[in-house]
């Protein structure tokens, strides 16, 4: 019979045994030595059945094929963008991956991306030299105008966009900003600038209480103060507003729901 030495949602450290017995089995962030499963870092217990795994707490975001990223425009080449990635990794954006124009050698290519500009990206390739080949084709990848841009903790970005979406949606509704989530860390944020604000605070306060159980409880009596006379703006019902959404389920079909 073997026996469990931590529960769902305990914090634990690099070396600290989860568990004891063969019916037990690791799952990411942990490893098995004998009979014994044990940490290799810190983070969160999540038990899932037998299963245990943890949820990172800290660590630069480490980039994955298909991720969705936002960065910012830091080169132009001739053959296309360079761009921060808010990581130790650049991105190259080719002009195949950019846009769907005909492009002449030599052609002014700040009339589709410019040096400063935020674009939400997909992770095409990780090389080995430590740079990202990006796209900008699919649901919800495009160039951010206005609004601003906050950086979070990349490890608590599954607590911010919530089981299905839930909690970056209950955000939205109640400040009526826009909100795009990227897997590094980068969120941008557009609306009425006190809503702005409001919308930043509950994603900071999701930041710090990520290990907190009854979170979406808080943030919703969190939202519900603070948006107390002011007024929020109704979606518009747009197909750019579509592609967003779109965007948004596809990162919950890239973020381990489980550990939320």
Known sequence: MGNM?????????????????????PGTGTYRDGEKIIAQMIGLASVNGKVLK??????????????????RVTEILFSGWMLETNCAYRAMLSLKEGTTD?????ANLTQYFNLGDYLVTRIVNVTS????????????????????????????????IGKKGSMIAMIKQATGCQITVGQNGLV????????????????RMIEENSHLSGLTEKVKGFLEEKMKGLPVPEFRQERQDTRKDQLVEFQM????????
């Open 102 to 106: 005909f492009v002449e050698r030599g």
């Open 5 to 25: 030495h931590t529960k769902d949602r305990d914090i634990v450290v690099p070396g600290e045994i989860l568990a004891e017995g063969m019916e037990f089995i």
């Open 188 to 203: 941008w944020l557009q609306g009425p600038p006190k809503n702005e604000v409001v919308a930043i605070q509950a994603i």
């Open 129 to 160: 030299q430590k740079l990202l080949d990006i796209s900008m084709k699919g649901p919800g990848l495009r160039k951010l105008r206005g609004g601003q841009i906050i950086s979070m903790n990349n490890n608590k970005v599954p607590r911010v």
């Open 253 to 260: 079909e890239r973020v381990n729901n489980d550990d939320i």
């Open 54 to 71: 943890l949820i990172p707490l800290a660590g630069r975001y480490v980039p994955k094929v298909d991720d969705i990223i936002i960065g």
